[in-house]
């Protein structure tokens, strides 16, 4: 495994330690199935698509795979991500359907009415100016062009101390806002229809199934390719997440908003 370079968030190994609790190509819950309920009943059928934050791949693969897409642009500001997601679009031989570009964080770096659809999933959670995001995908999409997206948010604006530790835990730049000021921000940018609908009971859930694997057979295989005190070490991120997300404070959620046209 390449040496981890420190200012990355996702250095090879949690990218693979991150596979191993979520599938191969996803760096957060859920899988294909999870990417299915963001999208919902819209039809991506010849769509031309933004993914900000790709990530590994595996969703860019399940946009096309499973939903059709017809063009799959995805961005991330990681090279370890997108190395891993160039194989993986390889060996799906979708590297015609699917281009994947590094950018640096800020503006979006296309022309206005791109796009018919910009999708993201718990990515944007390293973005804090959300008002500035929402402004940018709307310049992006084509009129009549919807955002889907989920992330992770919290249920208040005043975090908890618990929630204090397992950001610290996680180490990683969390820009969380709570639902109604995502709200906010589409309306100012000029969507319609927005809506948020929380995956807290699921997710509560789910993490319960996540740390039990990590703790078993899962974290053994891991800690062979990442090492036992890096497994250690997520498995105290898992512990902690499961009091923010049993109050409320810790609050998974779906978003979707459509660009009038």
């Not at 974290?219 to 890096?230: L, N, P, Q, S």
């Amino acid at each position: 495994m390449s040496e981890d370079h420190p200012d990355d968030h996702y250095p090879a190994r949690m990218i693979a330690m991150l596979e191993a609790i979520w599938g191969v190509g996803f760096l957060s819950p859920g899988g294909p199935e999870e990417v299915a309920r963001v999208i919902g009943s819209h039809d991506l059928s010849g769509k031309a698509v933004l993914d900000i934050g790709c990530g590994a791949g595996g969703i860019d693969i399940a946009l096309v795979q499973n939903h059709g897409a017809a063009y799959v642009t995805g961005l991330d500001v990681e090279d370890p991500v997108l190395a891993r997601a160039r194989a993986l679009v390889r060996q799906a031989g979708l590297s015609d359907r699917i281009g994947l570009v590094k950018v640096a964080p800020g503006a979006l770096p296309f022309p206005p009415g791109t796009f018919d659809v910009v999708f993201s999933k718990d990515s944007i959670v390293h973005i804090p100016d959300k008002h500035a995001l929402m402004a940018d995908v709307y310049r992006v999409l084509k009129p009549g062009g919807w955002f889907l997206a989920s992330d992770w948010l919290i249920g208040t604006d005043q975090i908890s101390p618990l929630m204090a530790e397992y950001i610290a835990a996680e180490g990683l730049d969390f820009g969380m806002s709570t639902p109604r000021r995502y709200l906010e921000a589409m309306t100012a940018a000029g969507f319609e229809q927005g809506t948020t609908t929380s995956r807290n009971r699921w997710y509560r859930v789910r993490v319960r199934e996540e740390l039990a694997r990590l703790e078993g057979d899962v974290g053994m295989a891991a800690a062979r390719v990442v090492g036992r005190d890096f497994v250690e070490k997520n498995i105290g991120i898992w512990r902690s997440m499961i009091p923010v997300l049993d109050s409320g404070e810790h609050c998974p959620t779906h978003l979707a908003a459509r660009k009038p046209g």
